[in-house]
Nanobody
Framework: QVQLVESGGGLVQAGGSLRLSCAAS????????MAWFRQAPGQEREFVAA????????YYADSVKGRFTISRDNAKNTVYLQMDSLKPEDTAVYYC???????????????????WGQGAQVTVSS
């Protein structure tokens, strides 16, 4: 059974940084793309970033490009989201996600990802 567990959320002032981690288990982590999404209160879940199976390709939402960095450590079965220059509008619950299919392309639509973590709250104060 695939499990994704996020950690590293918290409260930070605007302009600050946080790093989220997502530990995966239940299958060969290094064969699958990983992604981060977020959902603010009253809003739909939105794509943040994705990384391919070996870390060679990344894909970012325009709203976070240049501020957030997605990376992975296949030896540790973990994907990271480094968030710098945080803004109050980045406040949301952040989810990591992974598709069912190995070696897939990178997608921004949530329907392409079948496995989800429980979420980590990130709050950015102004």
């Amino acid at each position: 059974q695939v499990q994704l567990v996020e950690s590293g959320g918290g409260l930070v002032q605007a302009g600050g940084s946080l790093r989220l981690s997502c530990a995966a288990s239940g299958r060969a982590f290094s064969s699958y793309a990983m992604a981060w999404f977020r959902q603010a209160p009253g809003q739909e879940r939105e794509f943040v970033a994705a990384i391919n199976w070996n870390g060679g390709r990344t894909y970012y939402a325009d709203s976070v490009k240049g501020r957030f960095t997605i990376s992975r450590d296949n030896a540790k079965n973990t994907v990271y989201l480094q968030m710098d220059s945080l803004k109050p509008e980045d406040t949301a619950v952040y989810y990591c996600a992974s598709p069912r299919i190995a070696y897939s392309l990178l997608y921004s639509d949530s329907s392409s990802y079948q496995y989800w973590g429980q979420g980590a709250q990130v709050t950015v104060s102004s």
